[in-house]
Structure formats: structure tokens, C-alpha cells
């Protein structure tokens, strides 16, 4: 199926040039407001200032001998600062590359390598992790720093800024389909983190489509800013003049208090961090009181119905929006947002309620096949997504800056590896990614309608599914749970709450684990990778 039949054609035109059409007319009106501010540092790049500064970094970055087709490769929890010198590397038909700020040496040299960057970003705290990279390299490359002080054996970015701009000259020949404008990483939810080539064409095609999904005047997010949601948010919102407040580190404490500091009226949420939201009830009260928060968006992954219900309860005049999308395809699918705030489209199947994750927007087309046979699937029957989409990656980055296209089939699909099913409207419920579900004797289980139960529980905080092997029935399953403070709930009443509200085959055989905290990838995710080594222990985790 696809949203519209009669799609708006995507600008065949470079990425910097589809960014600033018309800008510096367009930001006339507000150019001394914040595009990017990072807290809590509060560095902030302004509308007015992103053109000129780009252009004088570019500039500078000429000067060193960075090329058309060169390669950026950062290591920092900047944002604001960060996008300023990406967009300088755009504006010279550069590539760039970031990557975890946790990573070992080992990988930074591997990816720099692979990637043959020869210019590298950091900040006074990753410094020390890629020089001890750069040391298992064969050769040179030019050190940029960010941050409030210059580090030596750097070009800082006071350094960059203080170019006349007179060495930039605009890239020739770029060609849209083809060149090269970010590697992406995926989140590494089902293994290591894999880079994601996407060209100018498929960048430009991402971020006009930004306009098919509700978007504020501000948003107020925590996201990793080498992965598709910085791209997308930061380079729509320079477009359409939204100021993005950006968490360099969460933390749950603080999380509020930014909140009624920046007052946003929106903020992005990933499902794990809004089953916490959800049960914080005297701060939602708090923020409903004061109604500047217009919308939720929830992206990374589903929302259980559970926590998406009771977010709308607790701020009943707040939208809530749910987006779908992967690196490689970009965003794929949005809920639609009713003039009056509503819940989030529920869908039974199985026996299980879903949340929907809207339907597909314009330029994507998908199919749901069974896993076993291949063939196509109708409403509501559950089998595995694919989509088709000019917008999609060229292929994941290889060594030697070679492009691997193979996760593309002979006729431009790509299969998602998630478990879903779509109604009759066209609307996409993910139910799981394939590589999480097992078996339970012949039946597939899905953890996540599970999770969903466990959540129901009133002394639930957050939880995670995972199966565990056994001889006779292949896998069985057992939650990792986490408590509300000050409840005392036990492992065995947990295990009659499923009980009663699932069949036999979807129950907890392998009992409950408590811990104080579940596992969370890179990518802000849930760590089912870490979470099934945790839920093979014999004893309850403390």
C-alpha cells in the first residue's frame, strides 16, 4: 500500500541548497532566535548566525585541504556547535560521520579507517579516546575540537570562525542520486552499530517529507547526534525556523526542571524513558497546569497501549504522535494528529491491543509477508514488513569507503526484520522486531506483549521480556522488572498477573528477575542483547 498515489516530486537538487533555499529572506523576522541550544552547557547557535558561520568554517576547513567527497568523522556530545561544522562540511560537498562518545579506540580507528576520514571532531572529553585511535592508524589526520577551552594539537572552532569566508568555493558536478552526504548509525539494537550511506537526494527527500507529520515552534529532546532523528529534527527545524532544545546527557532528575525552564511546546520521547514519564504523576499534574506543552512525539520504537493511555489521561490536552522509521529508510510512518488532542488508534490482534503507528507517508509503499511462506499477507494477519522508497540508504558503509547494497532486493525492497500487521485503513502496528521473538514449543512469542501486561500492574515501573532456552519447550519466557520506589511486589504475584490475563504459552514459566535498572543501548533503546545475559542468571538481580 502507499499513503498517496499522487506524490509531490522530491528536489533533484544538492543538500545545502535545498536547506537555504530562499533563507536568509525566510529568517529575516527571526534571526537572533535560537535554532540549536544545548543543555546544560548553553551554547546556542541562532538562526541569523548559521549561514555566515557555516560559510567561514567551510572556509577554514578549505584552507586545511578538505575536499569535495572528504569525510568528517566526530566523537561529541555537542549539538548545536557540532551542526554548525557539518554544515560547513555539506557546504564542500563533505561527508560526515560520527559515532558513540563510550566506543573503545579500537572501533573509532576501525570506523575512521573504513570511512578514510581524514578530519576528525572531538571535545575535551573524548580527546584522549581518539588520540589513543589515531595512534592504531597508518596515517595523519587534522584534529578540530569544540568546547569552551581550545585542546592542544586542535584547530578549534574559535579557529574556524575567525576564516574571511574567501576560500570557500561552491562544489561542481554534485550528483544527488550518487554522492554521499552522512553515514548514519543504526542504534545496534540487534548487534553491532552499522553505518548507513545516504546521499544527497535521499537527505533532501527526508527531511521535506518532515512536513507531512505535526511538528511546534520548539522541541525539547534527548537524541544521540550521530543517529536519523538529529538529522532529521535539526535540519527540518533550520528550514522551517523551530528551535530544538537538546539534552547532551539525560538525566532523570533534571529532566523536568529543563522542561519548566525551556518551557518546549513539544518534546520527543523514546518509549523506554515514557514508561518512566507515564508514571510520574505529580510532575505531569504539574505540567498540565501549565499548558505549554502541545505535543508528545514518541519515535525509536512503540508505545505500549498502557503507557500511551496514561499519558493521555494525565495530559488529556496534549497531542500524542507516534513515528516509525528505521537509519536506512528514514522515517517511514506517523500517526495523524485530530485538531483535539486523542489517544493513540489501538488495535486488537491475538488477543493483544497495539498501538498504530499511522500510516505510511508519501514515497513509501509496504507489504507484510508470512515468515515462513513469503506470501502476501492481508489486514490484520502478522508477518514481516517491507518498504520500498526512493528515500532509501544506498547501502551500509564497507572498508575502503565501499557501499554494501544488498539489503536491497532486485526490485527496491528492503525487509525491515520487524514483526507487524496493518487494518484495513493502511495504518502500521509494529508488534516486535523478528530477531527478539522465540520460540515457545511451536508457537512464536513476541516479548513485547508481555511487557505490555507486566505494565498494567500497578507496581510496575518498567519491565523487559526475554526467552530463555529449554530443553523441552525450545524457549520460555522470564521478565526483568523494575519497581515503582516503595512497592513490594513479588515475583510470584507478577507471575499470576500474566497468568490470568494470558494463555499458557505466553506466560512467565522462567519466573521474575527484579533489578534496580534495565539496560539501555547507545541508541537510548532497551538492550535486549544485555537484558537476555542478565535473565539467564539463576538468582534475582538486586
Same mark, same amino acid.
Given at each position: 500500500?502507499?499513503?498517496?498515489?499522487?506524490?509531490?516530486?522530491?528536489?533533484?537538487?544538492?543538500?545545502?541548497?535545498?536547506?537555504?533555499?530562499?533563507?536568509?529572506?525566510?529568517?529575516?523576522?527571526?534571526?537572533?532566535?535560537?535554532?540549536?541550544?544545548?543543555?546544560?552547557?548553553?551554547?546556542?547557535?541562532?538562526?541569523?548566525?548559521?549561514?555566515?558561520?557555516?560559510?567561514?568554517?567551510?572556509?577554514?576547513?578549505?584552507?586545511?585541504?578538505?575536499?569535495?567527497?572528504?569525510?568528517?568523522?566526530?566523537?561529541?556530545?555537542?549539538? $548545536?556547535?557540532?551542526?554548525?561544522?557539518? #554544515?560547513? %562540511?555539506?557546504?564542500?560537498?563533505? /561527508? &560526515?560521520?560520527?559515532? @558513540?562518545? *563510550?566506543?573503545?579506540?579500537?572501533?573509532?580507528?576501525?570506523?575512521?579507517?573504513?570511512?578514510?576520514?581524514?578530519?576528525?571532531?572531538?571535545?575535551?572529553?573524548?580527546?584522549?579516546?581518539?588520540?589513543?585511535?589515531?595512534?592504531?592508524?597508518?596515517?595523519?589526520?587534522?584534529?578540530?575540537?569544540?568546547?569552551?577551552?581550545?585542546?592542544?594539537?586542535?584547530?578549534?572552532?574559535?579557529?574556524?570562525?575567525?576564516?574571511?569566508?574567501? $576560500?570557500?568555493?561552491?562544489?561542481?558536478? #554534485?550528483? %544527488?542520486?550518487?554522492?554521499?552526504? /552522512? &553515514?548514519?548509525?543504526? @542504534?545496534? *539494537?540487534?548487534?553491532?552499530?552499522?553505518?548507513?550511506?545516504?546521499?544527497?537526494?535521499?537527505?533532501?527527500?527526508?527531511?521535506?517529507?518532515?512536513?507531512?507529520?505535526?511538528?511546534?515552534?520548539?522541541?525539547?529532546?534527548?537524541?544521540?547526534?550521530?543517529?536519523?532523528?538529529?538529522?532529521?529534527?535539526?535540519?527540518?527545524?533550520?528550514?522551517?525556523?523551530?528551535?530544538?532544545?537538546?539534552?547532551?546527557?539525560?538525566?532523570?532528575?533534571?529532566?523536568?526542571?529543563?522542561?519548566?525552564?525551556?518551557?518546549?511546546?513539544?518534546?520527543?520521547?523514546?518509549?523506554?524513558?515514557?514508561?518512566?514519564?507515564?508514571?510520574?504523576?505529580?510532575?505531569?499534574?504539574?505540567?498540565?497546569?501549565?499548558?505549554?506543552?502541545?505535543?508528545?512525539?514518541?519515535?525509536?520504537?512503540?508505545?505500549?497501549?498502557?503507557?500511551?493511555?496514561?499519558?493521555?489521561?494525565?495530559?488529556?490536552?496534549?497531542?500524542?504522535?507516534?513515528?516509525?522509521?528505521?537509519?536506512?529508510?528514514?522515517?517511514?510512518?506517523?500517526?495523524?494528529?485530530?485538531?483535539?488532542?486523542?489517544?493513540?488508534?489501538?488495535?486488537?490482534?491475538?488477543?493483544?491491543?497495539?498501538?498504530?503507528?499511522?500510516?505510511?507517508?508519501?514515497?513509501?509503499?509496504?507489504?507484510?509477508?508470512?515468515?515462513?511462506?513469503?506470501?502476501?499477507?492481508?489486514?490484520?494477519?502478522?508477518?514481516?514488513?517491507?518498504?520500498?522508497?526512493?528515500?532509501?540508504?544506498?547501502?551500509?558503509?564497507?572498508?575502503?569507503?565501499?557501499?554494501?547494497?544488498?539489503?536491497?532486493?532486485?526490485?527496491?525492497?528492503?525487509?525491515?526484520?520487524?514483526?507487524?500487521?496493518?487494518?484495513?485503513?493502511?495504518?502500521?502496528?509494529?508488534?516486535?522486531?523478528?530477531?527478539?521473538?522465540?520460540?515457545?514449543?511451536?508457537?512464536?512469542?513476541?516479548?513485547?506483549?508481555?511487557?505490555?501486561?507486566?505494565?498494567?500492574?500497578?507496581?510496575?515501573?518498567?519491565?523487559?521480556?526475554?526467552?530463555?532456552?529449554?530443553?523441552?519447550?525450545?524457549?520460555?519466557?522470564?521478565?526483568?522488572?523494575?519497581?515503582?520506589?516503595?512497592?513490594?511486589?513479588?515475583?510470584?504475584?507478577?507471575?499470576?498477573?500474566?497468568?490470568?490475563?494470558?494463555?499458557?504459552?505466553?506466560?512467565?514459566?522462567?519466573?521474575?528477575?527484579?533489578?534496580?535498572?534495565?539496560?539501555?543501548?547507545?541508541?537510548?533503546?532497551?538492550?535486549?542483547?544485555?537484558?537476555?545475559?542478565?535473565?539467564?542468571?539463576?538468582?534475582?538481580?538486586?
Amino acid at each position: 500500500m502507499q499513503r498517496d498515489a499522487n506524490l509531490h516530486s522530491i528536489p533533484e537538487i544538492p543538500f545545502m541548497d535545498f536547506i537555504f533555499k530562499d533563507y536568509d529572506e525566510r529568517i529575516k523576522d527571526y534571526k537572533d532566535r535560537p535554532w540549536i541550544m544545548d543543555i546544560p552547557s548553553g551554547k546556542t547557535v541562532t538562526f541569523g548566525q548559521v549561514k555566515n558561520d557555516a560559510i567561514k568554517i567551510a572556509s577554514s576547513l578549505a584552507r586545511r585541504g578538505f575536499k569535495q567527497g572528504d569525510t568528517l568523522y566526530f566523537v561529541t556530545y555537542a549539538m $548545536a556547535e557540532l551542526f554548525l561544522v557539518k #554544515i560547513g %562540511v555539506w557546504l564542500l560537498g563533505g /561527508v &560526515v560521520r560520527g559515532c @558513540s562518545q *563510550s566506543e573503545s579506540p579500537d572501533v573509532h580507528a576501525r570506523q575512521i579507517n573504513e570511512s578514510s576520514a581524514k578530519f576528525v571532531l572531538v571535545d575535551s572529553d573524548t580527546i584522549q579516546v581518539i588520540r589513543n585511535a589515531l595512534e592504531k592508524l597508518d596515517f595523519e589526520v587534522c584534529l578540530l575540537s569544540l568546547g569552551d577551552e581550545p585542546i592542544s594539537g586542535t584547530a578549534h572552532l574559535s579557529n574556524l570562525l575567525s576564516d574571511d569566508g574567501s $576560500a570557500f568555493k561552491k562544489p561542481k558536478d #554534485i550528483n %544527488v542520486k550518487e554522492d554521499v552526504v /552522512v &553515514v548514519l548509525h543504526t @542504534s545496534g *539494537s540487534t548487534g553491532p552499530p552499522k553505518g548507513v550511506v545516504h546521499t544527497h537526494y535521499s537527505c533532501v527527500g527526508f527531511i521535506d517529507n518532515y512536513k507531512f507529520r505535526r511538528s511546534e515552534k520548539s522541541i525539547l529532546a534527548f537524541t544521540i547526534n550521530y543517529g536519523v532523528s538529529a538529522l532529521g529534527c535539526t535540519m527540518f527545524f533550520l528550514k522551517a525556523g523551530k528551535t530544538l532544545y537538546h539534552i547532551n546527557k539525560f538525566d532523570r532528575f533534571q529532566y523536568f526542571q529543563h522542561i519548566h525552564t525551556y518551557k518546549p511546546s513539544s518534546i520527543l520521547l523514546y518509549p523506554f524513558v515514557a514508561n518512566w514519564f507515564a508514571q510520574c504523576d505529580d510532575e505531569l499534574a504539574t505540567l498540565k497546569s501549565k499548558g505549554f506543552l502541545n505535543l508528545i512525539s514518541i519515535g525509536g520504537w512503540v508505545l505500549d497501549p498502557t503507557t500511551a493511555d496514561s499519558i493521555f489521561e494525565k495530559l488529556p490536552n496534549t497531542h500524542l504522535q507516534q513515528v516509525y522509521g528505521m537509519t536506512e529508510i528514514q522515517m517511514a510512518a506517523c500517526t495523524e494528529i485530530s485538531e483535539t488532542p486523542k489517544k493513540l488508534e489501538h488495535c486488537t490482534n491475538e488477543g493483544h491491543n497495539f498501538t498504530s503507528s499511522g500510516r505510511l507517508q508519501p514515497h513509501f509503499e509496504g507489504k507484510v509477508l508470512d515468515l515462513l511462506t513469503g506470501k502476501k499477507l492481508g489486514p490484520h494477519e502478522v508477518g514481516e514488513l517491507y518498504l520500498r522508497t526512493p528515500l532509501i540508504t544506498k547501502g551500509y558503509l564497507k572498508p575502503g569507503n565501499q557501499v554494501d547494497s544488498s539489503l536491497i532486493d532486485k526490485d527496491g525492497w528492503m525487509k525491515t526484520g520487524d514483526l507487524c500487521f496493518m487494518d484495513e485503513k493502511g495504518n502500521v502496528y509494529i508488534k516486535d522486531r523478528v530477531k527478539f521473538t522465540y520460540r515457545y514449543k511451536s508457537v512464536i512469542i513476541s516479548p513485547i506483549e508481555i511487557e505490555a501486561v507486566l505494565q498494567e500492574h500497578p507496581d510496575v515501573q518498567e519491565t523487559g521480556v526475554v526467552g530463555i532456552p529449554d530443553l523441552d519447550a525450545v524457549h520460555v519466557s522470564r521478565a526483568l522488572v523494575v519497581l515503582k520506589p516503595g512497592r513490594k511486589c513479588t515475583a510470584k504475584e507478577l507471575c499470576k498477573f500474566v497468568a490470568d490475563r494470558l494463555p499458557e504459552h505466553k506466560q512467565l514459566h522462567a519466573g521474575v528477575h527484579f533489578v534496580k535498572s534495565l539496560p539501555v543501548n547507545k541508541g537510548g533503546k532497551l538492550d535486549r542483547q544485555t537484558l537476555k545475559k542478565l535473565a539467564l542468571f539463576d538468582v534475582e538481580v538486586l
